[in-house]
Every structure is written in structure tokens, then in C-alpha cells.
């Protein structure tokens, strides 16, 4: 079966603080991960997702295969960063299942 | 930049009433998705669809619901008899192909009453 994990169902930082959101999977084959965002009444967007490598917004979110981990970082955060966070794995290319994380709702303070 | 759409953005009906929830996807777009979070609660999948037929399905995904895509735009959900716990968001999504980048319709909130 195929689990994902966010530890945290509210963060809070202050602005210009690092901020890190935790996803953590289970999943016996070769994972696809994706973070997802939602802003307040805005739909869902994809923001990183693994295989591209890439930062999105000055999101970084790198693959730990060994500690079955897909954490969010953002060196330094900003108030418009305040949203939804959803963590998702789908299971293979294509039209696979997806399982999607609890989120966390990230309240970056002025 | 090209969107999914979802209509209506509410429904409330009767519980024991069928309900028909549209999306319009993505014009290229060849699989697609159907999520529902019940409020307060997060994220569930509900179905893939790929080639006319249902590529995986969930366990909440039972008899009361079916897809469809009647025509080369629209995508259907259908839940046959509504329960008061089916009262949710219900997303749509879709995807292009590879890489993978599932674009959200905005939603329909369905109420049961």
C-alpha cells in the first residue's frame, strides 16, 4: 500500500525564517512525488515535483530514498508563502493512483 | 494558459438524488482524474481514466459512482444515490502526459442534505 505522511498539520514561522515541511511515503516500488499548493480559495497547483529537480518560488524538495523522505525547504520565508501544502506520490506513469498527504497549513507571521 | 474548468461550483441536493458533476479538461489533455476532501479532511483520490475506461479506482470509488466522457471534452462523475456523507469538494484534473503535471479544476462543493 501507499502511504504519505506530513507530520505537521500547522507550521507558523516568522518572516525571513527558514521554513521546512515534512512528507515522509511509503511505497514498495520507485516513487513519483509531487508538493502541491493551495492557496486560500484558489484551486491546486502543482509546485515541485521530484523527478524535474527544480525550484519553484525558492522551494527546493529533494528525494531521500533512504529515509523515504520528501521534505519542502525555503531558506527564507515570505508572507505570500502562507497556503496549503499537500504532499503526493503517485504510484506509476499515467493514469496511476494518487494518495495525497494530510497537507500543512503554512502561516508565514510579518 | 489553458485551464480545467468544473461546473456547477455548488450543488445541493437531497440525499437519495443522483448528481452529475462536469469538467471540462484540458483540450490535449488524455487522463483524468477525479479527487474529493471532505471538509476539514484532505485530499482523496477517487478514479483515473485514460482510453474510455477507468484505469485505477479507490475503495471509496464504489457502485454509486461512475464516470464518463460523453462527448471529447467533458468528463463525468455521477453518484447515483447521494449519501450525507458525500457532501465534499469534488476536484477534476488532468494530465497531458509525461512529464506528469496534474492541472486542478477549481471544484464543485456538494452539499447533501
Known amino acids: 500500500a501507499q502511504r504519505v505522511t506530513q507530520p505537521e498539520k500547522l507550521l507558523s514561522v516568522f518572516k525571513g525564517a527558514p521554513v521546512e515541511l515534512k512528507c515522509n511515503y511509503s511505497?514498495?516500488?520507485?516513487?513519483?512525488l509531487f508538493w502541491y499548493v493551495q492557496y486560500s480559495r484558489q484551486r491546486l497547483q502543482l509546485l515541485l515535483r521530484h523527478i524535474s529537480r527544480e525550484s519553484i518560488k525558492g522551494f527546493t524538495a529533494d528525494l531521500n530514498k533512504g529515509e523515504t523522505s520528501f521534505h519542502l525547504k525555503k531558506p527564507f520565508a515570505q508572507e505570500e508563502d502562507s497556503a496549503m501544502y499537500y504532499c503526493?506520490?503517485?504510484?506509476?506513469?499515467?493514469?496511476?493512483?494518487?494518495?495525497f498527504g494530510d497537507g500543512t497549513t503554512l502561516t508565514v507571521k510579518p | 494558459e489553458p485551464e480545467v474548468t468544473q461546473t456547477p461550483s455548488h450543488q445541493v441536493t437531497q440525499m437519495g438524488q443522483e448528481v452529475i458533476l462536469r469538467c471540462v479538461p484540458i483540450s490535449n489533455h488524455l487522463y483524468f482524474y477525479w479527487y474529493r476532501q471532505i471538509l476539514g479532511q484532505k485530499v482523496e483520490f477517487l478514479v483515473s481514466?485514460?482510453?474510455?475506461?477507468?484505469?485505477?479506482k479507490s475503495e471509496i470509488f464504489d457502485d454509486q459512482f461512475s464516470v464518463e466522457r460523453p462527448d471529447g471534452s467533458n468528463f463525468t462523475l455521477k453518484i447515483r444515490s447521494t449519501k450525507l456523507e458525500d457532501s465534499a469538494m469534488y476536484f477534476c484534473?488532468?494530465?497531458?502526459?509525461?512529464?506528469?503535471?496534474?492541472?486542478f479544476g477549481p471544484g464543485t462543493r456538494l452539499l447533501v442534505l
Open positions: 503526493a506520490l503517485i504510484r506509476y506513469r499515467g493514469a496511476g493512483k494518487s494518495t
Open positions: 484534473a488532468s494530465i497531458a502526459g509525461e512529464p506528469e503535471t496534474q492541472y
Open positions: 481514466f485514460y482510453n474510455n475506461e477507468i484505469s485505477e
Open positions: 511505497y514498495s516500488g520507485s516513487p513519483e
